[in-house]
């Protein structure tokens, strides 16, 4: 751990810092928000070196708060309330960076409290951004033209309640956090002009003692293993349990999940005899007579 409450006084003497990242070579970047800087250093927290000031030139800043490195090293900040997205290329050592270029979102021009973007970047260097007021994230190219928007208020998970957080993955899975409504939600970008990422009303979530995410090219809710428990029914509507292989081989051709009087998902045969039970509780179907079990 390092750092203090300070005014720049060192390196380490910090204001309200706000976004962070890593680089290829470990090097940690922190966007020292009330300060106007962003400050690097080492994997074990020995200063390497700084850049910005406040102001609204090239390479100054008013609110910087998220920022992403790409693989080349490029550092990307949400140069919040001056309303725009600034790129700053490293020399060789990583121990200078030079202001490259700008681009303008317009959408930041809040300046309340809830207005943090954070920024996310890919393997193909597209730059992601999180737009709180408007309930939205942003896709853009490394040079700022914007690729595509999704998202809009919503309490369910087809929009959003709050985006702030936003990472990408190995798999470019880009994962959001939505402060809102208290979800983790993961997204799976269909290819551009395809279908758009989310769409129609969706219901919340179900109960679950894991946490689950959407993965929007199967519309199923999948743990962070990528297994698999609920899927969307075609009218959007609700939840179904999947129904694994194991348990499909031990039930008659054609058994389909069903809701009983209680509301509780259930597999029964042809003459309403109950087979299996969902219980959410351990995301698992259990037999009729067995003792529910608890998830671990």
Do not use: C
């Amino acid at each position: 751990m390092w750092g203090v409450a300070g005014q720049a006084e060192t390196p380490d003497a910090f204001w309200g810092p706000r976004g962070l990242a890593v680089d290829k070579n470990g090097h940690v970047y922190v966007t020292d928000t009330g300060n106007k800087r962003v400050v690097v250093f080492d994997g074990v927290g020995n200063y390497i070196t700084q850049f910005g000031s406040g102001g609204v030139g090239d390479g100054q800043f008013d609110e910087p708060v998220g920022l992403a490195v790409d693989a080349d090293g490029a550092v990307y900040v949400a140069d919040t309330w001056n309303m725009r997205i600034q790129v700053f290329i490293p020399n060789e050592t990583s121990s200078e960076f030079t202001f490259s270029h700008s681009w303008t979102v317009s959408s930041w021009e809040s300046q309340s409290t809830d207005n943090k973007p954070f920024l996310a970047v890919d393997s193909q260097g597209n730059v992601f951004a999180t737009d709180p007021d408007k309930f939205r994230v942003l896709e853009f190219n490394s040079t700022g033209e914007i690729i595509r928007v999704w998202g809009g208020y919503s309490s369910g998970i087809d929009g959003f309640g709050k985006p702030v957080g936003i990472a990408v993955d190995g798999s470019d899975h880009v994962w959001v956090v939505d402060s809102g409504n208290n979800y983790l939600l993961r997204f799976t970008l269909p290819a551009l002009g395809s279908e758009s990422v989310s769409g129609g009303n969706l219901p919340a979530f179900p109960t679950s003692p894991v946490a689950l995410t959407l993965d929007t090219a199967s519309n199923q809710l999948v743990d962070s293993f990528g297994n698999a428990y609920y899927r969307l029914d075609e009218a959007k509507s609700q939840w179904v349990p999947i129904v694994p292989a194991d348990v499909v081989s031990l039930v008659p051709e054609g058994i389909v999940p069903t809701q009983n009087a209680d509301g509780l998902w259930v597999l029964a045969a042809s003459d309403g005899s109950l087979l299996y039970q969902w219980n959410e509780g351990a995301l698992l179907w259990v037999a009729s007579g067995e003792q529910p079990t608890t998830a671990q």
